[in-house]
């Protein structure tokens, strides 16, 4: 069946870049003469449509290499120690990322028919606590209703994710939960997206999420500190517009509502996707989320390591 063309908006503006210097280090422990071998890999910024890395530095102790996984395309950095060492060791990433604020101008008639779905399966099905089962899809199909537009399809779902939960951190189920979105109403990020992201999933749309920083500066009088945690967000394809970003917690916890379709200036995204196989692979279970570094000790996940991000706004 022939492809109709239409014509449509410009599907991106730009508005004015911002500029961040971004500091990304950890300490390794130190060593007993138990430790053969010692792996560790961390999340590298890559270039996206909403940001550039305009420069990167990595000072490590030891051999190391950047790898990109064939699931997703995450980058990483991997090293590999072998034997104990004397004192601790530092592993350190610095970039300069220039981040535009890309506002996608969605309009309905852009939309156009997915050609080749099974290039978007892995988006469709369910996950590690990321729900797409009959009751998903029964959900899924009252939320849109009577709407068969993706795009306005998408907006449903986004409008009826931030109208049914709240945003506490305190209150989250650590794993990025459909099922404790849906049975508590509240929860983090991830929780919020995961529900999301179940909601396009069972209505046939390719979605996933994107695990990446929130660069907010400290509030007046106070001095600037590493930051904690971490930021999500989740993206959805429609064909003719491409992957669309939407931030559904940030809506939730700030009460926007332009967050469809575009994001905040100082959101500055790490890795895509959920379950993953790290490159060269991990020998433990696969990472529920890649927010930060992960390590082995002679084969054995390792949870010692502890992550500090500083950033200064630069330009």
Not at 120 to 126: D, G, I, S, V
């Amino acid at each position: 069946m022939a492809i109709q063309t239409v014509e449509c908006t410009p599907s991106t503006t730009t508005r004015r870049n911002v500029r961040f210097e971004i500091h990304d280090w950890f300490m390794l422990p130190k060593f007993d003469l138990g430790t053969l071998r010692f792996d560790v890999w961390c999340p590298v910024i890559p270039d996206t449509p909403y940001q550039r890395v305009l420069d990167i530095a990595v000072d490590a102790p030891g051999p190391w290499t950047i790898e990109r996984e064939r699931e997703h395309g995450n980058l990483m950095l991997h090293s590999r120690l072998t034997g104990p060492t004397v004192e601790s060791s530092r592993f350190e990433i610095h970039y300069l990322v220039e981040r535009a604020a890309v506002a996608h101008m969605l309009d309905p008639a852009c939309v156009r028919r997915i050609a080749a779905p099974v290039l978007f399966a892995p988006h469709l099905q369910a996950e590690q606590y990321v729900v797409v089962d009959d009751a998903m899809r029964a959900l899924a199909q009252r939320v849109v209703a009577e709407e068969s537009n993706p795009l306005l399809q998408a907006r449903r779902i986004y409008d009826h994710v931030v109208q049914t939960m709240d945003y506490d951190a305190a209150q989250q189920s650590w794993k990025g939960s459909t099922e404790h979105a849906l049975a508590c109403g509240i929860g983090n990020c991830n929780d919020i997206h995961a529900l999301f992201v179940s909601l396009c999933r069972a209505t046939g749309i390719p979605a996933r999420l994107i695990l990446g920083q929130a660069f907010e500066p400290p509030p007046p009088g106070q001095e600037a500190c590493d930051l904690c945690g971490y930021h999500c967000w989740a993206e959805f394809f429609v064909a003719g517009l491409g992957w669309v970003p939407a931030d559904a917690s940030c809506a939730c916890k700030y009460g926007s509502r332009h967050l469809f379709g575009d994001l905040e200036m100082n959101h500055v995204a790490w890795s895509v996707g959920r379950d993953l196989l790290l490159a060269p692979a991990q020998r433990g279970p696969r990472l529920l989320f890649f927010a930060g570094p992960y390590a082995e000790r002679n084969g054995e996940p390792y949870a010692g390591l502890e992550r500090h991000i500083s950033f200064t706004q630069v330009g």
